[in-house]
């Protein structure tokens, strides 16, 4: 069993940046970030595999960008610039040894409001 935490969620303007960050117990391969709006399905954001292969929703590509720790492959980051509002949602950290995620964080709440 994986356990993943996450940080970084918070309030900011339109326009403005957050980054986001995930650590797991234990290696997987692939780690990505979901999110869900309210009244909305969750959403794949990004993901990335140990060999630092990326997939985009077509909604965040050029705004968001995902990564992975250089010393701790177990961690992945998500930065995300030049936030909108239909970007507010729960954020959740994901990870396994698959395309569809096995392992799942608590989420974290992403606000864009003036």
């Known amino acids: 069993q994986v356990q993943l935490v996450e940080s970084g969620g918070g309030l900011v303007q339109p326009g403005g940046s957050l980054r986001l960050s995930c650590a797991a117990s234990?290696?997987?391969?692939?780690m990505g970030w979901y999110r869900q709006a309210p009244g909305k399905q969750r959403e794949l954001v990004a993901r990335?595999?140990?060999?630092?292969?990326?997939?985009y929703a077509d909604s965040v590509k050029g705004r968001f960008t995902i990564s992975r720790g250089d010393n701790a492959k177990n961690t992945v980051f998500l930065q995300m610039d030049n936030l909108v509002s239909a970007d507010t949602a729960v954020y959740y950290c994901t990870a396994g040894p698959f395309l569809s995620p096995i392992y799942w964080g608590q989420g974290t709440q992403v606000t864009v409001s003036s």
């Open positions: 990335i595999n140990s060999g630092g292969s990326t997939v």
């Open positions: 234990g290696a997987v391969y692939f």
